[in-house]
Each structure stands twice: as structure tokens, then as C-alpha cells.
């Protein structure tokens, strides 16, 4: 005789496990697209500034107003996350693309450096590129904790040296951030995206509030990513004009 409670008990957990799946996938499709949201708002934003050229040319003329936009967007990222469990989820979403705006005004510059042609040669590489590495962190079995470790230590080396390189100018050195910078940041997608990953197994068991603003703060990391792995590549693939 059928045991009615065994198959019901079956059908409840098999429910449960599809309720589950439901919200890992929302989750993750939220980070894509709010990483999708900053870059569209950046490259959007950007193209736009960059149609007025002597507004450009005085940004980039003006050291003091330069440097301030680059701390501002420093400031912005540490606060975000030094802040995120006592701001709201609206919050953190105003400042990821607070953030994407602001980085606007940095990049329209690329546009008077570099043709459109190879900007957009270089937007599709960087897809490609970091596309490979976010698959291989999402489905890999292999723990990359301690890839993690390594990629960071190399980045605290990588900003060390073009913070020197910015006063030395050596070209051999600069050259060699170039290519060490492009394997960092593709192993950080991987890492980031192996992250998020089990960040949204444990998103299904948290609050609505609280998951939204990890998928924001997951967001800031693939677009911090992908960005700078989209810079790295255009001093390989762009034409300046």
C-alpha cells in the first residue's frame, strides 16, 4: 500500500529545493545585472561627456580637480562597504551608481585618447575575457580561496608599482603592470564569481533586505573587475589618435 505521507513529504522537499534554486538564480541574475546597470550607466554617461571636448581637456588639464575625482570614487567604494550593514538596500544601490556615474567622468577621457573602432575592439575582448573567467569560477569544483589569496597580494604589488611607475615612468615596468594586471584581474573574476556563487546559496536563507544589498555589493565587485581589466587591455589593443 502507498504510503501517502512518504510521497507527500517527497513532494514538499521537492518544492522546497525548487523554491531554493528560484532564489540563488534571482540572485545571481541580480549582481549580472546590476554589474550590467553600472557599466551601461558608466560607457552611457561617458559618451556623452566625452561629445564635449573642451570640458574633457579641462578635467584632464586640472590635476587637483583629477586627483580629487579619483579619491571621491576611492572614498565612495570604502564607505559603501564599510557601511553596508547599517545602510539600506536603496542606499547601497544609490551609491554603486553614484560610483558608475562618477567613473564616467574618468573614461570619457579614453574616448579623446583612443579611436571608437578600437575602444569597441576592446570592450569585446574584455567581454570575451571576462566572460571565460567568471564561467570558470561559477562552475569549477575547485576551491579558489586560495587563488583568492594570491591574486590579492599581486594586486596590493600592482598598485604599489603603478603608483611608482606614475613618478618613474619606466615603459618596461609599465609594459609588465600591463600584462601582470590583465592574469590579476582575471583571476579575481574567477574568485569574485565563485563568491557570489556561494553567496547566493546563502542568499535563499537571509531576508529579502539584506540579500539586495549583498547582490549590490557582489555587483561592485565584477564591475570593479571588469573594468579594470577593460583598461588594462586597451593599452594592448587601442589605437590612440
Known amino acids: 500500500m502507498t504510503d501517502y505521507r512518504t510521497t507527500i513529504d517527497h513532494a514538499d522537499v521537492q518544492d522546497e529545493c525548487l523554491a531554493t534554486i528560484r532564489l540563488?538564480?534571482?540572485?545571481i541574475n541580480r549582481v549580472y545585472g546590476w554589474m550590467c546597470a553600472g557599466l551601461a550607466l558608466t560607457g552611457a554617461l561617458a559618451w556623452l561627456l566625452a561629445a564635449d571636448q573642451r570640458l574633457i581637456q579641462a578635467i584632464a588639464s586640472n590635476q587637483l580637480l583629477f586627483f580629487g575625482i579619483c579619491l571621491a570614487e576611492l572614498l565612495l567604494v570604502l564607505?559603501?562597504?564599510?557601511?553596508?550593514?547599517?545602510?539600506?538596500?536603496?542606499?547601497?544601490?544609490?551609491?554603486?551608481?553614484?560610483?558608475a556615474a562618477l567613473n564616467s567622468v574618468l573614461f570619457s577621457m579614453i574616448f579623446l585618447l583612443y579611436t571608437g573602432e578600437s575602444i569597441?575592439?576592446?570592450?569585446?575582448?574584455?567581454?570575451?575575457?571576462?566572460?571565460?573567467?567568471s564561467l570558470y569560477g561559477y562552475l569549477t569544483k575547485r576551491d579558489l580561496s586560495t587563488v583568492g589569496r594570491f591574486v590579492f597580494m599581486a594586486?596590493?604589488?600592482?598598485?604599489?608599482?603603478?603608483?611608482?611607475?606614475?613618478?618613474?615612468?619606466?615603459?618596461?615596468?609599465?609594459?609588465?603592470?600591463?600584462?601582470?594586471?590583465?592574469?590579476?584581474?582575471?583571476?579575481?573574476?574567477?574568485?569574485?564569481?565563485?563568491k557570489i556563487r556561494a553567496m547566493a546559496l546563502a542568499a535563499s536563507r537571509i531576508d529579502g533586505e539584506t540579500s539586495r544589498k549583498i547582490a549590490i555589493?557582489?555587483?561592485?565587485?565584477?564591475?570593479?573587475?571588469?573594468i579594470n581589466l577593460f583598461l588594462l587591455l586597451l593599452r594592448l589593443f587601442g589605437r590612440r589618435r
Open 24 to 27: 540563488q538564480n534571482a540572485f
Open 79 to 99: 564607505g559603501l562597504t564599510a557601511a553596508i550593514n547599517r545602510i539600506s538596500a536603496v542606499a547601497a544601490t544609490v551609491g554603486f551608481l553614484a560610483y
Open 120 to 133: 569597441a575592439a576592446t570592450f569585446f575582448a574584455t567581454s570575451l575575457t571576462f566572460g571565460a573567467a
Open 155 to 194: 594586486l596590493c604589488g600592482f598598485l604599489i608599482g603603478t603608483l611608482i611607475n606614475l613618478f618613474w615612468a619606466n615603459s618596461t615596468l609599465y609594459w609588465i603592470l600591463t600584462y601582470c594586471g590583465i592574469f590579476i584581474f582575471a583571476g579575481l573574476t574567477a574568485y569574485d564569481t565563485q
Open 217 to 226: 555589493m557582489g555587483a561592485l565587485a565584477l564591475y570593479l573587475d571588469f
